[in-house]
């Protein structure tokens, strides 16, 4: 029995499964951790691989760990599934991620900085912000709606509602009923203030970053779109290629491929949501300008003829994230593509 050399860490709220292996793959640790002592622990440990799934803090851990000497290796929780042997608890757990770590075809995580997190709590909040504001959008719309008050959809049509709200004279409207709908607008009114405040953050760090100003070049990408994707991304060139970028934010076929034929299906879903759905917004954005101004872009205007236009969202999608990797990857500016009018 040898020195360890690979660790399984399954991190949990309070305490911690460790799995040990040497060299030859013998068990040298199995032992439970409570949290204020993982650090004592490892710092006793010679320089080692330790695995750890890629969920809720890993990043801070695999920071602190680093921090030690050790090399730490992030997963998808998805892909260590596949070496859990028998029922689930932590030690099964722990030494699923020990066996997973050492295998020479998986894929890994890279670990976040703190300044990365940071701004994807951002994003996050606003994000959160922006759901509670369509609710209280909504709970007004119905509510009035008992009453008989109508407005348009969008961000006008629940100003016109606020602005009933706000008269009290209004007798169309119960007193009773007043009283509520004004609480409601009161929260959706504090609540627009914030997510103003965090946008004026976001571009704040959008224009002190150099890679932020480059990406918002490409047509679809705005502020938000840049600073997620630097957020997220990080290391650039941990993908291969572009196609690679796109598979992991989940804007490719899915495949069910056997016995040589092809069948590909939807997109996969996969991978980043938030980017996905950021990407796909900013396309459609670029379609829709492109529907009532018209477009120079050749390759978009056959694509708009011959698929429905939420297809070819996807694809502009698709497009936009390989063109985001070829620039921060060679370092270039955007450059738009000299194209003929469609014939």
């Keep these: 029995m040898g020195e360890v050399s690979t660790i399984g860490l399954d991190i949990a709220k309070s305490v911690f499964q460790i799995h040990g292996v040497d060299a030859d793959g013998t068990v040298v640790i199995r032992k439970r951790v409570s949290r204020a002592k993982v650090l004592e622990f490892f710092s006793d440990l010679p320089p080692c691989l330790v695995g750890i799934e890629a969920c809720p803090t890993a990043h801070h851990w695999s920071r602190e760990l680093q921090g030690l000497g050790h090399t730490v290796r992030l997963m998808p929780p998805s892909y260590v599934k596949a070496y859990l042997k028998r ?127 480059r990406l918002e070049q490409i047509p679809g990408i705005g502020p938000i779109v840049a600073t ?59 379609i829709r300008y492109a529907q009532k101004h018209g477009t120079k872009r050749a390759w978009l205007i056959r694509l708009m003829g011959r698929r429905p236009v939420k297809v070819a969202g996807v694809a502009l999608a698709n497009k936009i994230a390989r063109i985001a990797w070829a620039m921060m990857v060679r370092g270039e500016r955007y450059n738009e593509p000299k194209l003929l009018l469609a014939a």
């Design 87 to 213: 029922g689930k608890n932590d030690a099964n757990d722990a030494a699923a991620i020990c066996e997973a770590v050492q295998r020479p075809t998986m894929r890994f995580v890279p670990t976040k900085t703190r300044d990365q997190q940071a701004a994807l709590m951002l994003h996050r909040t606003r994000q959160l912000l922006v759901r509670q504001r369509t609710m209280l959008s909504n709970a007004m719309r119905g509510h009035l709606a008992e009453l008989g008050i109508v407005s348009a959809k969008g961000r006008q049509g629940t100003a016109d509602l606020l602005k009933i709200i706000a008269d009290a004279r209004d007798d169309h409207i119960p007193p009773a009923a007043h009283a509520c709908l004004d609480a409601l607008g009161r929260q959706y009114n504090m609540i627009a203030m914030e997510i103003g405040e965090i946008d004026k953050r976001i571009h704040a760090w959008h224009r002190a970053s150099e890679a932020c100003r």
């Design 228 to 286: 997620a994707l630097v957020a997220e991304v990080g290391d650039w060139k941990a993908f291969s290629s572009g196609r690679s970028l796109a598979a992991w934010i989940g804007l490719v076929p899915k495949q069910h491929s056997t016995g040589g034929k092809e069948k590909l299906g939807h997109i996969t879903k996969q991978g980043n949501r938030y980017l996905r759905w950021l990407l796909v917004t900013g396309a459609m954005a670029v």
